[in-house]
């Protein structure tokens, strides 16, 4: 029977694996158990894999996966040479994302008196998220460019725009891994240099912490050439800035990609890749994805109000500004991560139709009747 060993956060992980598994599960804020008899390990980024933190790797470890889309927490290749496969589940929060991302927009632009079509918006990074967010974009006639050099080299049918009109955009948003010895190194992506030769209505940061150099960006808030941010991963998680979370429009603990669908897609994709490793099957997994109807109490609602009755953005909001002088701020960072339910995504939820009525714009992020 194969033996897996995994992070006891992975979102309904045995509902996807097949009866011919033995599941169990670790504490991620213990110590790693030890590895040997088990065949298997899913991890989250809370759990950093390379030479130091695994020094011998047993030989009935065959493949590990991380529930996340980018797999910078694991030395891939230090596995790779002791042939453990690893893997990712790329792609499973993107839609989550998005979401975040055009949400996030909207609440601003109501907020700011904003119209958002006269806006540019500039996409750093065009894989999954950054994909789902220009699909996002157009179904609002948001006007938008994306950016991905890396993936104009080995994509074809793929062309980014240039870094000189990406730095014209209105607004950036960020969706790429962290990484620093690369052709394309992102680690300070958006650095002094950028901030301080550019203005920006807003910046948006749901990828990586590192990618902004938060220091640089406090400065041009400072300087008003940023205008507003609204920042989700903070460059020294699970600690963070205080001061960065005192200025930003909104900000939150890193949970973009966190839906009750992200988490399942997570899963989801891990279970494909190992039955497809081992030659086992999936079973049946549909009855997880069933849609949620809100009942909503029949009150006058703005566009604003309602939009925070479908997403709890401000609601994390809150929570992290509540943490800024706790001295324990960034173990109760990683609380707020994992303690509060999962949101459903919107083409997962079914309002009213008064509501849909009302507001064109539900129809637009996918709410149904």
């Known amino acids: 029977m194969l033996k897996i060993?995994?992070?006891?956060?992975?979102?309904?992980?045995k509902e996807f694996l097949p009866e011919e598994v033995e599941l169990s599960l670790f504490n991620p804020s213990a110590p790693l158990p030890s590895l040997y008899g088990f065949d298997v390990l899913f991890v989250r980024t809370v759990t950093k894999l390379n030479s130091k933190s695994l020094q011998r790797i047993p030989d009935t470890l065959k493949f590990i996966g991380t529930g996340s889309s980018g797999s910078d927490h694991i030395d891939i290749e230090y596995f790779n040479d002791h042939n453990v496969c690893v893997v990712d589940a790329k792609g499973s929060n993107a839609n989550a994302v998005s979401e975040y991302v055009i949400t996030s927009l909207l609440l601003w632009s109501l907020k700011r008196q904003k119209e958002l079509k006269s806006l540019k918006v500039g996409i750093i990074g065009a894989g999954a998220a950054g994909t789902a967010v220009s699909r996002q974009l157009a179904n609002f006639n948001i006007d938008s460019l994306s950016y991905d050099p890396p993936r104009e080299q080995r994509d074809n049918s793929y062309e980014s725009a240039s870094l000189k009109d990406i730095l014209k955009c209105d607004i950036l948003t960020f969706h790429v891994p962290l990484n620093k010895n690369s052709d394309h190194p992102t680690f300070h992506w958006l650095d002094e240099s950028k901030l301080s030769n550019n203005s920006f209505e807003l910046v948006i940061n749901a990828s990586r912490g590192g990618v902004i150099d938060e220091a640089a960006l406090l400065k041009a808030l400072d300087n008003e050439t940023v205008s507003d941010v609204i920042i989700d991963v903070?460059?020294?998680?699970?600690?963070?800035?205080?001061?960065?979370v005192e200025k930003a429009f909104i900000a939150t603990p890193h949970i973009a990609g966190y839906s009750e669908q992200a988490k399942l897609n997570a899963s989801l994709i891990l279970a494909e890749k190992l039955c497809a490793f081992f030659?086992?099957?999936?079973?049946?997994?549909?009855y997880l994805y069933a849609a949620k109807k809100l009942e909503l109490a029949h009150i006058k609602f703005s566009l604003y109000d309602l939009i925070l009755r479908l997403h709890p953005l401000k609601e994390y909001d809150a929570d992290i500004r509540d943490l800024c002088q706790r001295p324990d701020k960034d173990i109760l960072f990683q609380k707020l991560r994992t303690d509060r339910p999962y949101r459903y995504e919107y083409p997962y939820l079914k309002l009213e139709n008064g509501f849909l009525g009302k507001f064109s714009e539900l129809k637009k992020l996918g709410l149904e009747l």
């Open 5 to 13: 060993l995994a992070d006891e956060h992975i979102y309904k992980l």
């Open 279 to 286: 030659k086992l099957t999936i079973p049946d997994y549909s």
């Open 234 to 244: 903070w460059e020294g998680e699970p600690d963070f800035n205080n001061a960065l």
